[in-house]
């Protein structure tokens, strides 16, 4: 099973709670960067981490992550979307490659 954030609840949240996404960041002791890929889709949360959001916003579990099966998250990943492109070329920058040919 996946957690993945709710869109745009995970943001109403944070923003209803009085918090910037470096201030969620600080306050639930992860990375500012992690939130902002939270909240714009391209990461999952594991629990650890949706624990620690949900208590440092003060809202339900529910209320801005939900469970998906692995098999619902490959068949989005074979539509090969937009997702797909940008954790592709996620992949390759952390491997060290270069982006572009010369």
Known sequence: MLIRPKHPD????????????????????LSSPFISQLENGTRNAGPQAAKAICASLDCGFEEIFELISVEESEKGMEVGGERETSRSFFNLRRMGRPRFSS
Do not use: P, Y
Not at 10 to 29: D, T, V
């Open 10 to 29: 995970f943001m109403h949240c944070r923003i209803r709670a009085g918090f910037s996404q470096r201030k969620l960041a600080r306050e639930s002791n």
